[in-house]
């Protein structure tokens, strides 16, 4: 599985963003996905996850301002960034859970990371 993501740059602080991630290659299904962040000298955290069927998680410092979303059809996560703040500046990396057969317990892959700087 090879993940590509895109979306990262500079931006002022209040404006937006909008990262993307496409998963490719032999799989069978994916189940989760989601955007991690890590921020120099802390470590990753999460941001937030959707499940295969929508179902979103946040963390609670992004509830309200970042929304994640996912096409099915094209293997693809989104993470709408707005209201952004110099705390949100960090490398941005998406995860995506897949099986390569019915039965396997989810392998987890990693994107490339992203970076993403907000401005005061």
């Known amino acids: 599985v090879q993940l590509q993501a895109s979306g990262g740059g500079l931006v002022q602080a209040g404006g937006s963003l909008r990262l993307s991630c496409a998963a490719s290659?032999?799989?069978?299904?994916?189940?989760?996905m989601g955007w991690y962040r890590q921020a120099p000298d802390n470590q990753r955290e999460l941001v937030a996850t959707?499940?295969?069927?929508?179902?979103?998680n946040y963390a609670d410092s992004v509830k309200g301002r970042f929304t994640i979303t996912r096409d099915n059809a094209k293997d693809t996560v989104y993470l709408q960034m707005n209201s952004l703040k110099p705390e949100d500046t960090a490398v941005y990396y998406c995860?995506?859970?897949?099986?390569?057969?019915?039965?396997?317990?989810?392998?987890?892959?990693w994107g490339q990371g992203t970076q993403v700087t907000v401005s005061s």
């Open positions: 290659g032999s799989y069978l299904s994916i189940s989760g």
């Open positions: 959707i499940t295969s069927r929508g179902s979103a």
């Open positions: 995860s995506v859970d897949y099986r390569i057969n019915a039965g396997d317990t989810p392998r987890r892959r």
